[in-house]
């Protein structure tokens, strides 16, 4: 939900993106491709987000007012955690990836 306030809620999952790119055969990129691909546009996303809060608060910071600082903080700490998790997300991804190519040999 705070995702969807912030405007960083994935318009589709990577999953479902996935799914949607597969069936599009984009240059024959294989599955894991795609999902690091789509992980990493959600990173870049929020990266830029946090750079348009981190400006805000700057502006700000000479400021009086408590409540706008805190609320810009509570938006830079969100996003620090939804970094967290697509960062942990593609972590997994990869660390899946490799067993199972380990596997297949």
């Known amino acids: ?3 969807l306030r912030h405007g960083l809620a994935a ?4 999953r479902a993106s996935f799914d949607a790119l597969a069936t599009a055969d984009v240059d024959h990129a294989c599955p894991d491709e ?3 691909d789509a992980m990493y546009q959600r990173l ?3 990266e830029v987000e946090r750079v348009k809060v981190l400006n805000d608060f700057y502006s700000l910071s000479s400021s009086q007012d408590v409540d706008k600082l805190e609320t810009v903080l509570r938006t830079l700490t969100a ?3 939804y970094s967290q998790r697509s960062h942990s997300k593609l972590k997994k991804h990869i660390s899946l990836a490799e067993v199972s190519t380990r596997k297949m040999k």
């Open 1 to 3: 939900m705070n995702a």
């Open 11 to 14: 318009k589709a999952t990577p």
């Open 34 to 36: 795609l999902f690091a």
């Open 44 to 46: 870049r996303q929020i």
């Open 79 to 81: 996003l620090e955690r």
